[in-house]
């Protein structure tokens, strides 16, 4: 396993940003900030996320459930990650967690960790994931600067958690697809299968998701990820690999 460097660029609206990722030995992994380049059609375009992010003030938690997309094979190394976070947008602090979708070396690697900026993630070793389980990832606070990040596998029924100190101001939630940012270079997409992010909460209930809301994974004048519209219920979509 190579080291995990984590520095994100947040995809919503004209903010920062800071997401997790993992590195591959020899490279160094970092999510970004998010480079939005435009807004047309009541969505965002980012070159490195897609999905959802609401901004606001006093989010303390945050849960989402989806399926570890596969990854088919590139003829260049690629990467996907998926996750739950509190803040990134609009301030340089961010508090998350998910997993890893990458293609790299000829071989596709998955893989489950949690991140603190500004700090690099880490990999949680004890929840080994695959291609098709279903996480259940959160992040809350239990009180004052002392916050829980936890993740379950409940495909295995392996969980990780613990209790991190974080001062961030819990200004936005994410529930994102990122490419990352790999030796100081904008990460390509990993062809990535479709899947859902489903059972979505913040401060206990339905985001109330919008289409308005929706950021676009655009490289190159391409669309490489896509969110749906939300579910009626305004708490899950789906995201496309449209690359």
Partial sequence: MGRKTRLVILASGFALATATIYAPAGAAEQH???HILSHDKNAQYSTNWSGYAET??????AVATWTVPSVSATSSSTYSSAWVGIDGDGNSDLIQTGTE????NGQAEYSAWWEILPNYSVTISSVPVSAGDSITASVAQSSGTSWKISLKDNTTGKSWSSTKTYRGPGQSVEYIQEAPTVDGSQSGVAKFSNFSFSNLTVNGSGP?????????LRQNGKDYSTPSAP???GNGFSVSYTG
Wanted: glycine share 16%; net charge neutral; aromatic share 8%.
């Fill in 231 to 233: 579910n009626s219920a």
């Fill in 208 to 216: 109330g998701l919008k289409s308005s809301e929706e950021i676009v």
């Fill in 56 to 61: 606001g003030s006093g989010y303390k938690s």
């Fill in 32 to 34: 970004g900030r998010a």
């Fill in 101 to 104: 979708s990458d293609y790299v």
